[in-house]
C-alpha cells in the first residue's frame, strides 16, 4: 500500500564517493519516503536520490546531511528539483516488471494486474514503490537466492533483522513454510510488512515487531535461530557480529546483504573474528551477499 500525498513532491538528492555512499544514504532515507542511488560509470561516484512531499522532514534533513558530512569528510551539496506524483509513480512502475530471481522466486509489484505471476515460481507481490524504493534491488536479489541454497537445511527458527518491506521474511515463510520474526526499528517499515505479509497470505506465518537490533527482548525469546537475514548495511552488521554469533544455533546460517562489493572483507572480517565461517560470497552488480555459518 503507496503513501497518499496531499502535498506536492520533490526529489532531493546528492552525488558522493564511494566511501560516503553508506552516510548520506541514511541521511536521505531519514527524511524520504523512498531513496534509490545510482553509479556513474564515467566518474564512479554514487547519485543518491529520495523523494519526499514538499517541506516534510526539512530539519531532520539538514541535520542528517550535517551528521553525514561529520561521518564520511564528504561535502555534498543538496539538489531539489519537484516531481509530479503521477510522473513518478509511472517511471517507478515502468522500471519494475515481474522480476524472475534465482531458480525459484518471482517479485511483482501491485501494479501489475493484466497478467498472470509466472508459473512454477514463488510470487513475492507487492508495491512496488515500497518493494523497491530504496535501491537496493541487487541485495534482495542476492538474499533470495541465498534462501534457495539454505533451504535445504529446513531451518526452523528465522530471524529477518531489518525487514523494511518484509520482502525477505514473505520470501522464506513462502518457501519453507515456517514463523518468520522479522523486526525494524522504524514504525513504518513494521506496518508495511505486516500489511505485505497478509497480501502475501503469510501473515499468520511472518510476526513483525519494533525492535531496535538485537536488544529487543523479542529477539531473545525466539533464538538461538537457524536461519538470520541481515539485509541492513555494512557498518551495523560489523557493529552486532558478537550478538548475531550469540544468537545463531551451532550449524546456524546468516545471510549478510545491504554492502557494496568493496565492504564484504570488511563485513566478513568482523563475523570471522566471532568465529563465523564463511559459506558463500554472492555478488549482484555492485552489490555483495554473504552467507556465514556457525560451525557446530
Known sequence: MRRRHATPLETVAVTVPDGALEAYEAALNSACDTVGFFRDNTTGDWRVEGVKPVGANDSELAAALMLAELVSGVSAPLERVSTEAEGWLARTYASFPEQPIGRQFAVRGTHLTGTPPSPGRVTLTLDAGLAFGSGEHGSTKG???????????????????????????????????????????????????????????????????????????????????????????????????????????????????????????????????????????????????LVVRKKG
Open 143 to 289: 538474499c533470495l537466492v541465498a534462501l534457495e541454497t539454505v533451504a535445504r537445511r529446513k531451518p526452523r527458527t528465522i530471524l529477518d533483522l531489518g525487514t523494511g518491506s518484509g520482502i525477505l521474511a514473505i520470501g522464506a515463510a513462502l518457501l519453507l513454510k515456517r514463523p518468520v520474526l522479522a523486526t525494524d526499528i522504524e514504525p513504518w517499515s513494521v506496518r508495511v510488512a505486516k500489511r505485505n505479509a497478509i497480501q502475501n497470505g503469510v501473515g499468520r506465518l511472518v510476526r513483525a515487531k519494533l525492535a531496535d537490533g538485537w536488544k529487543h527482548p523479542a529477539l531473545k525469546t525466539g533464538g538461538p535461530y537457524d536461519l538470520v537475514f541481515g539485509n541492513i548495511l555494512a557498518r551495523p552488521l560489523c557493529g552486532m557480529a558478537r550478538d548475531l554469533a550469540v544468537n545463531l544455533k551451532p550449524g546456524g546460517t546468516a545471510i549478510l546483504a545491504g554492502l557494496l562489493g568493496t565492504q564484504a572483507r570488511m563485513v566478513l572480517s568482523a563475523h570471522r573474528r566471532q568465529g563465523l565461517v564463511l559459506e558463500r560470497m554472492l555478488p549482484q552488480g555492485p552489490w555483495t551477499t
